[in-house]
């Protein structure tokens, strides 16, 4: 599904943030993505998530070069991507029910296709009763909740997630880990980047260490 041969990343004219990164990710597969701040973790999502580009090295994503794409067969990719972002990227105009059904409207599908399933993960989530409310009257963590909810809702290929339990309660941090959990067993590769070393211990995945740019294997 994805893999890095000897990818690096500067931004401008400064030090490789990523240096010699060569890994890959198959289907279907758990990982989360640790390491200390400022080691590199969210550069290495922005490249998963095709919204920057290598400065070398080749990255294949569903089998393409991304150095080959153009700006709508990216887009294309992307489509294919679940992300949750650290600040969340809510549209502010929509209603929280909005928001977790955009992906579905960006396909173009009917709202009566879809309106159950988004009412029922906005239940299961704890946002039922938030569901027509806007981002700006949200909590912190009401906002990371309906952002995951916005990202896994259309059952992606690929789902990246940037320290999706750092704004919740311990609790519903290991039930939204669940919703990840189930999400990889219905068949999609998850990647959740986390410094919570207590809840990667409760999960047997494999773990893509950053330190210093580099990046350390251990399955």
């Known amino acids: 599904m994805v893999r890095f041969e000897n990818v690096g990343l500067r931004y401008g004219l400064g ?10 990710i198959a289907p279907h597969s758990f990982q989360f993505l640790t390491g200390p701040s400022g080691a590199g973790k969210t550069s290495l999502l922005k490249l998963l998530y095709l919204s920057i580009k290598p400065t070398r090295g080749l990255i294949t994503l569903f089998g393409n070069d991304i150095a080959t794409l153009d700006s709508d067969d990216l887009a ?24 977790v059904a955009l992906p579905f409207r960006v396909m173009g599908r009917e709202e009566a296709s879809y309106r159950y399933q988004v009412v029922e993960l906005l239940q299961w989530v704890g946002l039922g009763e938030r569901m027509w409310a806007l981002p700006p009257v949200l909590s912190g963590g009401e906002k990371q909740r309906a952002a995951i909810a916005r990202a896994v809702i259309a ?22 880990l669940r919703l990840f959990v189930e999400l990889n067993k219905t068949g999609t590769a998850v990647v959740i980047a986390t410094h919570d070393i207590a809840l990667m211990d409760q999960y047997d995945a494999r773990r893509l260490v950053l330190h210093e740019g580099r990046l350390h294997l251990y399955d």
């Open 15 to 24: 030090p490789e943030v990523l240096r010699d990164l060569s890994f890959r």
């Open 76 to 99: 294309a990719l992307r489509r294919r991507i679940g992300i949750v972002f650290q600040d969340f990227r809510l549209l502010d105009h929509m209603t929280t029910y909005e928001n």
């Open 155 to 176: 059952r992606p290929e690929l789902l990246l997630a940037d320290e999706p339990t750092g704004n919740v309660d311990p609790s519903l941090g290991q039930r939204l």
